[in-house]
């Protein structure tokens, strides 16, 4: 599904690289968590994956396809990405927003289909947003916002899911339905989808597979319990944990700085 060769990424004037030789593979049906410090270029590296920045050398191969050679209309109707900063949409309403994700899926006119209104009204149930369709994005707490966005993501129905960081604003209940949510998807439709979460609880719990990425590189992957060790988190967080589990999951306190 995507497929990432040997890919490096560099700005001007910066010595290292912020995306070093790296190389990975997310089929349909993996659910692929990328965690790491801040500064790690995780950011950076979906930004790659969605075609919102190209390459220094390496490739990056969507459908077996480099994403190079796609045009960005035809990459939207196969890779949704939900940015830590999304433009803002304060002047549409709740659904308006939301149909915004079928449009690479509409004409050059934009108009809706019947599978449009009931892709919108399903991504609308899904995300507990009936109640406030027709009210004004601006009118919204932050996190109703957040759910919104997600499920403009969820309405795009594309073969590939990037997220960035799509816990952030919600309280522990969404946190959860969110990743709920995704698991869901994942499993029902065989998304490939990577996300960027800086809750390890959040990743070992509902990701496949981990990936641990740091100063522009990849430093581990694989099962929560291979990845997220005492000693690994030491190494690349600079923070103590205790670590544990409950019915099968992995949990996490933190202690101290390191």
């Given at each position: ?5 040997d ?23 993996d659910f692929?968590c ?12 979906l ?32 890779v949704?990405?939900?940015s ?6 304060f ?13 690479p ?15 919108v ?5 899904r ?44 309280d ?7 990743h ?33 990425f ?26 103590e ?11 996490f ?6």
């Open positions: 599904m995507l497929s990432v060769h890919v490096t990424f560099r700005v001007a004037g910066v010595e290292a690289p912020l995306v070093g030789n790296v190389s990975f593979d997310v089929f349909p049906g692929v990328i965690v790491g410090p801040n500064g790690a270029g995780k950011s950076t590296l930004s790659l994956l969605g075609g919102a920045l190209a390459p220094t050398s390496g490739q990056i191969l969507l459908l077996g396809r480099n994403l190079r050679e796609w045009e960005r209309p035809r990459i939207a109707s196969h949704s990405l939900l830590q900063f999304a433009p803002p949409v002047e549409y309403t709740v659904r308006e927003v939301v149909a915004m994700g079928r449009a899926h509409q004409d050059a006119w934009l108009r809706m289909r019947a599978e449009d209104e009931r892709a009204d399903a991504a609308l149930a995300w507990e947003l009936d109640a406030l369709a027709s009210r004004a994005v601006a009118t919204l707490s932050g996190g109703e916002q957040k759910r919104v966005a997600l499920a403009r993501i969820f309405a795009q129905a594309t073969e590939v899911m990037l997220l960035d960081e799509p816990g952030s604003s919600l522990l209940r969404q946190t959860i339905s969110l709920e949510h995704i698991a869901s998807e994942v499993r029902e439709r065989k998304v490939a989808c990577v996300a960027v979460t800086h809750d390890l609880a959040i990743a070992a719990r509902f990701a496949t597979r981990i990936v641990l740091a100063k522009g590189s990849i430093q581990a992957e694989g099962t929560a319990d291979e990845v997220l060790t005492e000693a690994r988190v030491r190494e690349v967080f600079g923070a944990v205790a670590l544990g589990t409950h019915q099968g999951m992995r949990w306190v933190p202690i101290r700085t390191a």
